[in-house]
């Protein structure tokens, strides 16, 4: 393997160890980036000699030699092999992610969502040649609407943020057909994940923060009191960010309904209250559902995401096109500008009021068959054990660590599916940044830090439902030991990583200065 240019910040040993040869570290392998290692001059592949055609695109000619890395095959599979295992992943342990949802994800549903029929067909085939498909996204919207109480689903958003997107530019269209475009504002609680104040933006409207209450709760009175004629909607996520159900969402809707506002839900929590909760029965206009969250799709590097939204009578008709619908002769049609007015015209009212569209086709096929298989194997009873057992894992978490870490609502009573703690109480010197990266010692993945940003120095844990109780243990005794160590002062624990590939980084230089292109070319210097 052509090694120039390859200088590994040689990783010592272990504490006080040697510098090994390689900078590997047992079977713990370093790897360059692929720039480093591969040549212009070598190729996994023989190609025919080229005739001499000069390199170029219309009147520019290539002045200097493109310096693509070239690596034979097993180089290649070395190489990208070698970093996969740098990664942490959900197949290797548990993701204590607050917010993220990193459940095991089911290999049935990955099975289902490989058939042939699914993975291999064109969103431009005929609509009579992919009914099975269009028949998946068909019976989950049905599931999603039964489970959520609402009226009618928009499919085709692509992550939980254009879910609120396609959410909020439905209430968009809602106001400006009541003649009420005017109501610009969106009311937004403190606790909320960045995405809704920035899609609320991006939509057009003005974001005001509603204050939380000593709970961890929306202060009611203070959004009740800010409601009015300029309020087009407010966004809650439920249950919230701390982790905590808000109760009081029924009063809340009514209220914004009374103000003539819309009521948003941010669905991302979901998990916790599938199966217990219908938020249509709460007043809810709009939430996005996460597949990748609440329906176990895979993501965080493994998938992509999925964020169908569910809408109530009121924003249905503004949904976006395409959707599907299944007519009583068993048939699935796609409903798209091209025929959305004919068919209005034979099932509904004849008037087509959709804002329009969010993406080229139809959403994310492989997870909607993912999330289907979910919801069908584990069956109305198997999702009300995943809600209650999401809920009775985060509380055995928030229950063992209390003692060690601050838990700012422990008294507002049980969590639903993640444990919040903060640093507050920790010895000088010592914040929420050295608990994770301490953890990355112990072989976890850090859980959320610094959000939701209500708490100074918080740290989200979301155990899910699929761990046992083996694996909880481990990981209480792992944060156990951490916090531990802090609170004895360890100095040690202020340099954590230790045994990670690369040591504690700078992590504000990173953010400020990022180096996102590789520059230095060891093949010109080589030919030189
Ligand atoms: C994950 C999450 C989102 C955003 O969802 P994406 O699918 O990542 O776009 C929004 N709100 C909350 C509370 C979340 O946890």
């Known amino acids: ?74 180089e290649t599979i070395r190489h990208y092999t070698r970093l996969s295992r740098q990664n942490y992943a959900i197949d290797l342990g548990l993701f204590p992610l607050g917010s993220c949802t990193m459940k095991h994800n089911p290999r049935l549903n990955e099975k289902l969502a490989r058939l042939p029929g699914f993975a291999d067909i064109h969103p431009l085939q005929p609509v009579d040649t992919v009914q099975g498909a269009l028949g998946v996204i068909n019976e989950l919207a049905v599931w999603l609407i039964k489970l959520t109480g609402m009226h009618g689903v928009a499919m085709s958003p692509k992550a939980g943020a254009h879910g609120e997107l396609c959410g909020m530019l ?17 009311l937004v609680p403190e606790s909320a994940h960045g995405t809704n104040p920035a899609t609320a933006a991006f939509a057009g409207f003005t974001v005001e923060n509603i204050p939380a209450n000593a709970e961890g ?36 809707s009514d209220a914004v309904h009374a103000a003539g506002g819309y009521v948003y839900c ?55 096109l395409p959707y599907t619908a299944r007519t009583d002769d068993g048939h699935v049609h796609l409903v798209e500008e091209g025929n959305a007015e004919a068919f209005s ?45 999401a809920v009775l894992n985060a509380n055995y978490v928030l229950r063992s660590l209390e003692d060690v870490l601050d838990a700012p609502f422990a008294g507002s009573g049980p969590c639903m599916h993640e444990a919040l703690f903060s640093d507050d109480g920790l010895p000088e010197g010592f914040s929420t940044l050295d608990i994770a990266k301490g953890l990355i010692d112990e ?38 030991s951490v916090a531990e160590r802090a609170r004895a002062g360890d100095a040690g624990l202020k340099t954590a990583p230790h045994f990670a590939p690369r040591r504690r980084l700078d992590e504000t230089q990173a953010a400020r200065k990022p180096v996102l292109v590789w520059k230095e070319a060891p093949l010109a210097e080589a030919a030189e």
């Open 345 to 389: 015209r034979e099932h509904f009212d004849g008037a087509v009021t959709s804002f329009g569209r969010m993406t080229a086709f139809h959403g994310q096929m492989g997870m909607f068959t993912r999330a289907l298989t979910y919801i069908l194997s584990h069956g109305a009873d198997g999702l009300r054990q995943v809600a209650e057992d």
């Open 217 to 252: 709760r929306v202060d009611t009175a203070a959004l009740e009191a800010r409601l009015g004629p300029d309020v087009a909607a407010v966004m809650i996520t439920n249950p919230n960010t701390c982790g905590l159900f808000e109760r009081d969402m029924k009063r809340i």
């Open 443 to 480: 072989g976890y993945h850090p859980m959320t830090v610094y959000f939701p940003l209500v708490v100074h120095g918080a740290m989200l844990v979301e155990p899910t439902e699929t761990e046992s109780k083996a694996a909880l243990d481990q990981f209480i005794g792992a944060l156990r």
């Open 266 to 320: 941010d669905g991302a929590n979901f998990n916790a209250i599938v199966g217990k909760v219908r938020p249509g029965d709460l007043g809810i206009d709009a939430m996005h559902i996460n597949l990748h969250k609440t329906f176990s799709t895979p993501h965080g590097g493994g998938g992509p995401g999925s964020g169908p939204v569910v809408l109530s009578e009121a924003l249905s008709p503004f949904g976006p």
């Open 1 to 74: 393997m052509n090694q120039s240019g390859w200088r590994p910040e040689r990783p010592q040993a272990g504490e006080g160890g040697a510098v090994t040869y390689t900078g590997n570290r047992a079977l713990m392998l370093e790897e360059p980036l692929i720039f480093e290692i591969g040549d212009e001059r070598t190729t996994g592949v023989d190609l025919a000699e080229r005739s001499a055609v000069p390199s170029r695109l219309g009147s520019l000619v290539r002045s200097r030699p493109i310096g693509l890395p070239g690596l034979s095959e097993p």
């Open 170 to 186: 439905c209430i968009k269209a809602a106001l400006e057909a009541r003649g009420e475009g005017h109501r610009k504002v969106v």
